[in-house]
């Protein structure tokens, strides 16, 4: 997306918060303002001066900050809630959020002070493309089973930004594993598609926060062991009942980890 000048940005920015009356929110990915949207990017020397094609922020967040923006911060560091966690998405900026910030930091070399900042939001611009996946996965790898999202157990909507998060914790998963390739198998299905490949009833897959992985270079079962420090709240390997050639994480409410010949 090309920047505007420094000028033209702030004045309008300054009418958009004037508009929705103080509030001042870049607009959500996907949303009909979000091409337009006067965003403004953090720079390496601490200025906000470029936008974003994705999702922009305008400013430094730190524990007690809340809203939208907080919320889409926390999609990108979702894999980073420490081990066994999972943290939720829910635009408040708590000890939890803050924690998660830290680890994202520590994890690209950042000052790891748990405040999101320029440095830190560089760091998401870089890895986030513009429709805000990250780097190395895509929608269609979350979703094998039809183009629009439907037939789940939640709405077409809600599966799909399940699968989000779900690949932001993978993105996690890949860097914290070498940066070596995560090959995904299957995302999201629909109770059909569950139905024809014998999933559970109760499967996370129909709800957008499953994915079904590949050996890869790394082995089923450094990515079952991995995945307990990326917010991944079910983790079934080798040993459990028909996952002998995958290794399956999800998040979720509850935790459910399960690979027997991994020693979890």
């Given at each position: 997306m090309?920047?505007?000048?420094?000028?033209?940005?702030?004045?309008?920015?300054?009418?958009?918060?004037?508009?929705?009356?103080?509030?001042?929110?870049?607009?959500?990915p996907g949303s009909a303002d979000a091409a337009t949207a006067p965003a403004?990017?953090?720079?390496?020397?601490?200025?906000?001066?470029?936008?974003?094609?994705?999702?922009?922020?305008?400013?430094?967040?730190?524990?007690?900050?809340?809203?939208?923006a907080v919320r889409q911060l926390q999609i990108r560091v979702s894999g980073y809630p420490g081990t066994g966690n999972q943290l939720a998405i829910d635009g408040a900026y708590g000890p939890a959020t803050k924690a998660a910030v830290q680890r994202f930091q520590a994890a690209y070399g950042l000052g790891a002070d748990g405040i999101a900042g320029p440095q830190t939001f560089n760091k998401i611009y870089q890895l986030q493309k513009n429709d805000c996946t990250p780097a190395n996965?895509?929608?269609?790898?979350?979703?094998?089973?039809?183009?629009?999202?439907?037939?789940?157990?939640?709405?077409?909507?809600?599966a799909r930004a399940n699968a989000l998060v779900t690949m932001w914790k993978l993105q996690a998963l890949r860097h914290a594993l070498g940066d070596r390739p995560v090959t995904v198998n299957g995302g999201f299905r629909s109770v059909s598609c569950n139905s024809a490949v014998g999933g559970a009833a109760n499967s996370r897959h129909m709800y957008g926060h499953a994915a079904d992985l590949g050996a890869g270079s790394q082995g089923f079962c450094a990515l079952a062991k991995a995945a307990r420090n990326h917010g991944f709240t079910e983790i079934l390997g080798p040993g459990y009942p028909g996952h002998n050639d995958h290794t399956h994480v999800a998040g979720g409410s509850g935790r459910f980890w399960s690979a027997p010949s991994c020693g979890i």
């Open positions: 090309r920047s505007r000048p420094t000028g033209f940005l702030l004045a309008a920015f300054a009418g958009a918060v004037l508009a929705l009356g103080g509030t001042s929110a870049s607009a959500a403004v990017k953090a720079s390496a020397s601490g200025d906000f001066g470029t936008a974003d094609a994705c999702y922009t922020w305008s400013g430094t967040l730190r524990e007690g900050s809340s809203g939208e996965f895509t929608y269609a790898e979350l979703n094998r089973c039809n183009s629009d999202w439907s037939g789940g157990k939640v709405s077409a909507a809600t």
